[in-house]
Protein backbone atom coordinates (compact mmCIF):
# COMPACT_ATOMS: atom_id res chain seq x y z
CA UNK A 1 0.00 0.00 0.00
CA UNK A 2 2.65 2.49 1.35
CA UNK A 3 5.21 4.06 -1.26
CA UNK A 4 7.98 6.34 -1.09
CA UNK A 5 6.95 9.88 -1.53
CA UNK A 6 8.69 13.13 -1.30
CA UNK A 7 7.77 15.18 0.82
CA UNK A 8 7.38 18.21 -2.09
CA UNK A 9 5.40 15.46 -3.77
CA UNK A 10 3.15 15.33 -0.25
CA UNK A 11 2.79 19.05 -0.50
CA UNK A 12 1.83 19.05 -3.68
CA UNK A 13 -1.05 16.73 -3.47
CA UNK A 14 -2.76 17.95 -0.22
CA UNK A 15 -2.31 21.50 -1.64
CA UNK A 16 -4.71 20.04 -4.70
CA UNK A 17 -6.66 18.09 -2.63
CA UNK A 18 -7.52 21.30 -0.33
CA UNK A 19 -8.36 23.05 -3.34
CA UNK A 20 -10.31 20.72 -4.84
CA UNK A 21 -12.59 20.23 -1.39
CA UNK A 22 -12.83 23.46 -0.79
CA UNK A 23 -13.96 23.87 -4.52
CA UNK A 24 -16.28 21.42 -4.60
CA UNK A 25 -14.40 19.46 -7.68
CA UNK A 26 -15.24 15.76 -6.67
CA UNK A 27 -13.53 13.90 -9.62
CA UNK A 28 -10.44 16.30 -8.74
CA UNK A 29 -10.51 15.66 -4.36
CA UNK A 30 -10.75 11.85 -5.61
CA UNK A 31 -7.82 11.91 -7.14
CA UNK A 32 -5.59 13.78 -4.92
CA UNK A 33 -7.04 11.58 -2.54
CA UNK A 34 -5.75 8.35 -4.02
CA UNK A 35 -2.47 9.60 -4.84
CA UNK A 36 -2.63 10.65 -0.74
CA UNK A 37 -3.76 7.52 0.57
CA UNK A 38 -1.00 5.77 -1.73
CA UNK A 39 2.01 7.67 0.34
CA UNK A 40 0.53 6.10 3.69
CA UNK A 41 1.52 6.74 7.57
CA UNK A 42 4.22 8.93 6.05
CA UNK A 43 1.27 11.63 4.94
CA UNK A 44 -0.30 11.51 8.86
CA UNK A 45 1.57 14.74 10.71
CA UNK A 46 0.93 17.05 7.62
CA UNK A 47 -2.54 16.28 7.51
CA UNK A 48 -3.20 16.60 10.80
CA UNK A 49 -1.41 19.73 11.02
CA UNK A 50 -3.80 20.99 8.29
CA UNK A 51 -6.60 19.55 10.30
CA UNK A 52 -5.74 21.57 13.69
CA UNK A 53 -5.19 24.66 11.97
CA UNK A 54 -8.66 24.84 10.16
CA UNK A 55 -11.06 27.21 12.43
CA UNK A 56 -13.19 24.20 13.36
CA UNK A 57 -14.71 26.48 16.01
CA UNK A 58 -16.95 28.73 14.29
CA UNK A 59 -19.86 27.52 12.53
CA UNK A 60 -20.21 30.57 10.28
CA UNK A 61 -17.22 29.08 7.56
CA UNK A 62 -19.14 25.73 6.32
CA UNK A 63 -16.08 25.28 4.39
CA UNK A 64 -13.81 24.62 7.10
CA UNK A 65 -16.13 22.33 8.52
CA UNK A 66 -16.23 20.18 4.94
CA UNK A 67 -12.31 20.72 4.89
CA UNK A 68 -11.44 19.42 8.28
CA UNK A 69 -13.67 16.45 8.02
CA UNK A 70 -12.42 16.06 4.55
CA UNK A 71 -8.68 15.62 5.79
CA UNK A 72 -10.40 13.88 9.03
CA UNK A 73 -11.66 10.96 6.65
CA UNK A 74 -8.89 10.38 4.24
CA UNK A 75 -6.59 10.14 7.78
CA UNK A 76 -9.19 7.54 8.32
CA UNK A 77 -8.59 5.93 5.59
CA UNK A 78 -4.81 5.16 6.36
CA UNK A 79 -5.01 4.78 10.10
CA UNK A 80 -8.47 4.48 11.74
CA UNK A 81 -6.84 4.80 15.10
CA UNK A 82 -5.37 8.05 14.57
CA UNK A 83 -8.49 9.82 13.03
CA UNK A 84 -10.21 8.28 15.90
CA UNK A 85 -8.19 10.56 18.36
CA UNK A 86 -7.75 13.62 16.05
CA UNK A 87 -11.61 13.93 15.98
CA UNK A 88 -11.72 13.13 20.02
CA UNK A 89 -9.30 16.33 20.28
CA UNK A 90 -11.54 18.31 17.85
CA UNK A 91 -14.55 17.86 20.17
CA UNK A 92 -12.93 17.99 23.53
CA UNK A 93 -11.32 21.38 22.12
CA UNK A 94 -14.76 22.35 21.03
CA UNK A 95 -15.99 22.41 17.61
CA UNK A 96 -18.88 23.52 15.43
CA UNK A 97 -21.92 21.05 15.42
CA UNK A 98 -21.85 20.11 12.14
CA UNK A 99 -18.62 19.16 12.36
CA UNK A 100 -18.80 17.27 15.40
CA UNK A 101 -21.74 15.17 13.50
CA UNK A 102 -19.68 14.47 10.59
CA UNK A 103 -16.53 13.52 13.20
CA UNK A 104 -18.90 10.59 14.47
CA UNK A 105 -20.11 9.89 11.29
CA UNK A 106 -16.78 9.07 9.86
CA UNK A 107 -15.74 7.35 12.84
CA UNK A 108 -18.10 5.74 13.56
CA UNK A 109 -17.51 2.86 10.75
CA UNK A 110 -13.58 0.83 10.51
CA UNK A 111 -12.63 -1.70 8.26
CA UNK A 112 -14.12 -4.33 10.12
CA UNK A 113 -17.83 -2.70 9.59
CA UNK A 114 -17.19 -3.93 5.90
CA UNK A 115 -15.37 -7.09 5.94
CA UNK A 116 -17.28 -8.48 8.68
CA UNK A 117 -20.86 -7.68 8.67
CA UNK A 118 -21.62 -7.82 4.87
CA UNK A 119 -21.20 -11.35 4.39
CA UNK A 120 -23.40 -11.07 0.87
CA UNK A 121 -21.26 -11.22 -1.85
CA UNK A 122 -23.26 -10.81 -5.08
CA UNK A 123 -27.23 -9.72 -5.82
CA UNK A 124 -27.76 -13.44 -6.79
CA UNK A 125 -26.30 -15.02 -3.82
CA UNK A 126 -28.97 -12.82 -1.48
CA UNK A 127 -32.50 -13.70 -3.50
CA UNK A 128 -34.70 -11.66 -1.07
CA UNK A 129 -32.27 -8.58 -1.34
CA UNK A 130 -34.50 -6.65 -4.07
CA UNK A 131 -38.02 -7.77 -4.22
CA UNK A 132 -41.15 -6.42 -6.85
CA UNK A 133 -43.44 -6.26 -4.88
CA UNK A 134 -46.88 -5.12 -5.81
CA UNK A 135 -47.07 -1.17 -5.74
CA UNK A 136 -43.32 -0.47 -5.43
CA UNK A 137 -41.11 0.97 -8.54
CA UNK A 138 -38.94 -2.32 -9.71
CA UNK A 139 -35.30 -1.64 -8.84
CA UNK A 140 -36.78 -0.49 -5.73
CA UNK A 141 -33.86 -2.18 -2.43
CA UNK A 142 -36.45 -4.16 -0.04
CA UNK A 143 -34.27 -5.50 2.77
CA UNK A 144 -36.34 -8.58 4.50
Partial sequence: ????????ELE?????????VLQGD???TYRAHKEIYRMGKAAIPLLRDGV??????????????????????LIRDID???????AQYITEKGCAR????VLDSICSFSVTDYTGEYECSSIASCPRLV???????DGWLMFP
Fill in 98 to 101: PLKL
Fill in 131 to 137: TCEPGLT
Fill in 26 to 28: YRG
Fill in 52 to 73: LRSDFANPKYPAATRYASALVN
Fill in 1 to 8: MERPSSSD
Fill in 80 to 86: EDEARSI
Fill in 12 to 20: TQLRRFSRC
